[in-house]
């Protein structure tokens, strides 16, 4: 007498058949495949469900588990593919934003600034503390002192200058890169501060890998998109 073989002898035949199958490379991407997909796993379930043994059939709870255990996979791939949707979005947008960032002024922590002396320069000195005496030094290129701006006695805060492009002497600074030094006396202490000044976006390097989009400034370099501290026209 032929005896029936047993479900798991059968299943792990045409698992084994099916594994072989899904392994073989893909001739259109040249890798080869590593998983059990939704058809082939049916394929595997209906196989094991007309190879029963009629005198040991397999429990009903084994194949609502089954079932069950193809269903969580299902919906993690779907929140992958939903999740891989957003990333591409995330990234159109973040490309969009870029092209129109190229051109315009930004404010970015930093103590060196292109400076068009026609016109006034703004910027900011990041107090941290109430000061009775505070200044800004403007050194040129050559670390040459051009001017200094008495700014007085403050509260913390950020405190606001200008510059109106000219030196110590009343004459008109060449055009360049210049360096602002804050000072602020706290507790009869001279403390350097951070300044705050204006920079112009020159291009955009979009990130890779879900790194952050990083902007290359006029005489600055590259700054990344968070330490920006506001965006001007």
């Not at 007498?1 to 040249?30: C, E, H, I, P």
């Not at 779907?78 to 995330?90: E, K, P, R």
């Not at 950020?158 to 109106?164: A, E, N, Q, Y």
């Not at 210049?178 to 705050?196: L, P, R, V």
């Amino acid at each position: 007498m032929t005896t029936t073989n047993s479900t798991s002898d059968v299943s792990s035949a045409y698992l084994t058949s099916l594994q072989k199958q899904t392994s073989k490379t893909d001739s259109s991407t040249g890798a080869a495949g590593s998983a059990l997909g939704k058809d082939a796993f049916l394929q595997l379930l209906v196989t094991q469900m007309k190879n029963q043994n009629p005198l040991d059939p397999q429990e009903n709870g084994e194949f609502v588990a089954q079932l069950a255990q193809f269903s969580s996979l299902e919906s993690m791939q779907s929140l992958n593919d939903s999740v891989t949707y957003i990333a591409a979005g995330l990234q159109s947008s973040q490309a969009l934003q870029a092209s129109s960032l190229v051109g315009r002024n930004v404010i970015v922590q930093t103590d060196k600034a292109v400076v068009d002396t026609s016109k006034d320069m703004k910027g900011t000195v990041n107090l941290t503390s109430s000061s009775t005496a505070t200044s800004v030094g403007i050194y040129d290129k050559d670390d040459k002192l051009v001017r200094t701006l008495d700014l007085g006695t403050q509260k913390a805060g950020k405190i606001d200058f200008t510059w109106d492009g000219l030196n110590d002497d009343g004459e008109a600074a060449p055009a360049g890169t210049y360096t602002f030094k804050a000072t602020a006396s706290i507790d009869g202490t001279a403390t350097a501060m951070t300044t705050n000044l204006p920079a112009s976006v020159t291009s955009v390097t979009m990130g890779t890998n879900g790194s952050e989009m990083t902007l290359n400034l006029a005489g600055l370099g590259s700054v990344a998109l968070s330490k920006i501290q506001s965006i001007g026209i």
